[in-house]
């Protein structure tokens, strides 16, 4: 199969039908074979309704999934990468605003120029300034911290993947973000772009608030995080830890030792209790010696990880 297109979606009832029709047309314009997977994210309108009939009306090119509740678009993509079966996967919001007409380009740079993954980019988009703005702040920041500096909008519903670098990522979460960054953090390094037409929504709402950024950075946090120091966190822990309590050591040695080569020569002296130089080289000690038992601590949890000695390779057949 060359293409399956996956679409999560929460409460688009109104969207889906003329949705699927779009992307049928493109496909049978191009001659692609391709199925659509719709992975309804406990949607509570009558978004299933509306699958279940145009399962009905295309039972070999629709699959449909459903949770019971809703869980997140980070979910749903998982859930519609475990299925998908073409060569090139492309992923795609129900709202409208990416337009399916995409597809037979992003097919191509997958397909013979050999990327792995290239991701839309709305240079133009319709989409309310409390958004424009903080989402231009965002991607900087994510491709300071990736690595992967030819984004410009990570976020972008519009993707299309070589179907090994959706079975080899998992997004969850609220990862969808950053689907870029698990990629190149699982070897995939051939990483483009598209500028791709962007709409106004059509029916219904948005469903992420601005919440949507302050999750984004923690989450980035934590990725940039499990990336560098996954696999051995006490490099992380073991040498934080390690400053601070030298520096803590040392500091105290000068509040004692001070204090000994006062008592000696006979100039008035303090108690070292008195001097906050001492709590506050106690403190560092401490701080230290905390960090340092979290970094045992994380290496006995990555010691029980089972993916621990996986590796993505490539053989000669
Ligand atoms: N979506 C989802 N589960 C959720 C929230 C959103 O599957 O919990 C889907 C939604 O139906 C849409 C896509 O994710 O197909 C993008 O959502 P939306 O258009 O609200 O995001 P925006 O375009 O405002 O960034
Ligand atoms: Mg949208």
Redesign the pocket.
């Known amino acids: 199969m060359d293409i399956s297109v996956v ?6 009832e109104e969207s889906l039908s003329e949705l699927f029709q779009w992307i049928a047309r493109v496909m049978k314009e191009n001659h692609f074979s391709y199925e659509v997977i719709f ?1 309804n ?1 406990g949607s509570t309108d009558k978004s299933w309704k509306v699958i279940e009939s145009l399962k009905a009306q295309a039972p070999d090119a629709v699959h449909g999934i459903k949770f019971r509740r ?4 980070s979910p ?1 993509l998982y859930s519609g990468f475990e299925l998908a079966q073409g060569d090139v996967v492309i992923t795609m ?3 409208l ?1 990416d337009s399916p007409d995409e597809i037979p380009e992003l097919y191509r740079m997958i397909k013979e120029e050999g990327y792995d993954l290239v991701s839309g980019w709305k240079q133009k988009r319709y ?1 309310p300034l409390s ?1 424009t703005i903080p989402t231009k702040l965002f991607n900087a920041t994510a491709r300071k911290v990736s690595g992967i500096h030819n984004l410009h909008d990570f ?1 972008c ?1 519009l993707k299309a993947y070589r179907n090994e670098v959706i079975k080899s990522i998992e997004v969850y979460g609220e990862m969808h973000r950053y689907i870029p960054y698990l990629a190149k953090n699982a070897g995939f390094k051939k990483i483009g772009e598209k500028v791709v037409h962007h709409q106004a ?1 059509k029916y219904g ?4 608030g601005l919440d949507r950024f302050v999750n984004g950075y923690l989450d980035l946090i934590s990725l940039w995080f499990t990336s560098t120091f996954g696999i051995q966190p006490m490099h992380f822990f073991g040498l934080l830890g390690s400053l601070m309590f030298i520096f803590g050591l040392i500091a105290v040695m000068i509040v004692g030792f001070g204090k000994l080569i006062a008592m000696h020569s006979g100039v008035p002296y303090r108690l070292v209790t008195d001097s906050p130089y001492f709590y506050l080289s106690l403190t560092s000690m401490i701080i230290g010696t905390q960090l340092f038992v979290a970094g045992f601590l994380g290496e006995l949890i990555t010691r029980n990880a089972p993916e621990r000695n996986k590796y993505l390779i490539e053989k000669t057949i």
């Open positions: 679409i999560p979606l929460y409460n688009e992975v994210d809703n869980y997140g678009k749903a919001d129900a709202d605003q989409d958004k976020n519903g929504r709402k948005t469903k992420f």
